[in-house]
């Protein structure tokens, strides 16, 4: 079993924590692609939007008659074959989201949690004690933990730590997300990620819950269940349903 240590926001070393081998454990990378790809698709506004014949400006009279003019037939100025007509089979307003099962959204995250731990990018401190809503004390506090790059803040969910959102939201590279919202997309886009005590320990219970009995390894001095003797069904054989019938 992994551990990890953890630290306050002055960057001293305060206690450590046991980490599950069935979450920091192996990394799937294409669970990974497959999470982001769907959380971008999801994204997408979607807006984009062409004129069809019925769409663009223009008078809908027939502009000559159908038969006898030796020209071509046309219906209406508004005709895609003409120019300012309508487009045809142009983009329209849509939705790019799509089903995505859960739990292959939580194995991209015990996936995304692994690769942070792999590379040491993964802090978890006690607690954001942020006594005052300052930028630049906070700033000091992230220094102190050696976080010069973009960074991600857990926290735990419905967690009124006010000063921590304003001291947070004017840095440039810093988000804070709560501990049920966070998706592999921001462990992945940002450099660091910072997990509070409560925030990974909840974490780490819900996505270990979450594990299916196959992937479950049993723990030392946890044996199998004995398996029932299954007895195999009895067959009459033919010469005696024979006599029977006689």
């Not at 089979?89 to 995505?100: E, I, K, M, V």
């Not at 802090?123 to 102190?144: C, G, H, T, Y």
């Not at 840095?171 to 450099?191: A, F």
């Not at 270990?208 to 479950?216: A, M, N, P």
Request: proline share 4%.
């Amino acid at each position: 079993m992994a551990t990890i240590d953890i630290h306050n926001l002055s960057g001293a070393k305060v206690g450590s924590l046991d980490l599950a081998d069935e979450i920091f454990g192996a990394v799937n990378e294409d669970l990974l692609w497959e999470a982001i790809k769907h959380y971008r698709a999801a994204q997408r506004a979607g807006t984009h939007a062409t004129k069809n014949k019925k769409l663009v400006s223009g008078a809908g009279k027939k502009l000559w008659k159908q038969k006898g003019t030796g020209r071509a037939r046309v219906g209406s100025i508004r005709s895609p074959l003409w120019r300012h007509g309508g487009t045809v089979h142009g983009p329209q307003p849509r939705s790019y989201d799509y089903a995505f099962p859960r739990k292959k959204l939580l194995g991209a995250l015990r996936s995304a949690l692994a690769s942070k731990l792999a590379d040491g990018k993964l802090i978890v401190v006690n607690a954001f004690d942020v006594k005052e809503p300052k930028s630049k004390q906070f700033r000091a506090a992230l220094d102190a933990l050696k976080v010069d790059g973009t960074v991600l803040l857990i926290e735990v969910p419905k967690h009124e730590n006010r000063n921590l959102a304003l001291s947070s939201r004017n840095l440039e590279g810093v988000q804070l997300v709560s501990g049920n919202e966070v998706h592999p997309y921001h462990l992945l886009r940002y450099d660091r990620a910072i997990f509070s005590r409560p925030a990974i320990e909840k974490l780490q219970i819900s996505l270990k819950s979450s594990i299916s009995k196959r992937q479950h390894k049993p723990e030392e001095g946890e044996g199998k269940a004995p398996k029932k003797a299954s007895r195999a069904p009895r067959r009459r054989a033919r010469h005696e349903k024979a006599a029977e019938v006689a």
